[in-house]
């Protein structure tokens, strides 16, 4: 089975600053990877799909990078509202894995 | 603009069954475009991915609760439905609908999601 590991599980930044969160797949995964933005209390909504392609309405401050085994979620500028919990996913898998999750907090 | 909701009971005992209900508006459970899912999530926990259905009652269970779970499709109502035999404290969790959808008819990503709903199991 496919097992997706992120770092950092914690991240303490400031609005303005420009973050960096990877997901590491135990095998090569091609650009079968999905990230997700989870805010407290509410669903998560998908970013980008195919490790690089924004999903419509996503902002462009929000980036995917990566191929094989090694991606990349960036945010270029952080606004208030992306402070919340990121996770990747395998795409196209049953069952489909999640990264252990990615917490963005306020500096 | 598809919208996906959870209902059911948020407080069972264990060994009891629960049962979810997600209905959705704005897309046809009908479509051949979509798959429809059930994921949950401890309290703070991450994401698991427990089943999903096709039009064609096509159904895939996480092998771990293959032997609990089984996942149905109303079309004529247009929701889809989770019951799991046997609950115990472990399943506790915040229950999601999802809807997967195909992009660039090649990758399956869970683009719209329900709000969620609580889940308790507790004598």
């Known amino acids: 089975d496919i097992q997706l590991t992120q770092s950092p599980s914690f991240l303490s930044a400031s609005v303005g600053d420009r973050v960096t969160i990877t997901c590491r797949a135990s095998?090569?995964?091609?650009?079968?990877l999905a990230w997700y933005q989870q805010k407290p209390g509410k669903a998560p909504k998908l970013l980008i799909y195919a490790a690089s392609t924004l999903q419509s309405g996503v902002p462009s401050r929000f980036s995917g990078s990566g191929s094989g085994t090694d991606f990349t979620l960036a945010i270029s500028s952080l606004q208030r509202e992306d402070f919340a919990t990121y996770y990747c996913q395998k795409l196209n898998t049953y069952p489909p894995p999640f990264g252990q999750g990615t917490r963005l907090e306020i500096k | 603009q598809v919208q996906l909701q959870e209902s059911g009971p948020g407080l069972l005992k264990p060994s009891q069954t629960l049962s979810l209900t997600c209905n959705v508006s704005?897309?046809?459970?009908?479509?051949?475009?979509?798959?429809w899912s059930w994921l949950r999530q401890p309290a703070g926990k991450g994401l698991e991915w427990l089943g999903r259905?096709?039009?064609?009652?096509?159904?895939n269970y996480s092998p771990s609760l293959k032997s609990r779970l089984t996942i149905s499709l109303d079309t004529s109502k247009n929701f889809f439905s989770l019951r799991l035999t046997s609950v115990t404290a472990t399943d506790t969790a915040v229950y999601y609908c999802a809807r997967d959808m195909y992009y660039d008819s090649r990758y399956l990503a869970f683009d719209s999601w329900g709000q969620g709903t609580l889940v308790t199991v507790s004598s």
């Open positions: 704005g897309a046809s459970v009908s479509s051949g475009s979509y798959y």
């Open positions: 259905i096709y039009t064609s009652g096509i159904t």
């Open positions: 095998h090569d995964i091609s650009n079968y």
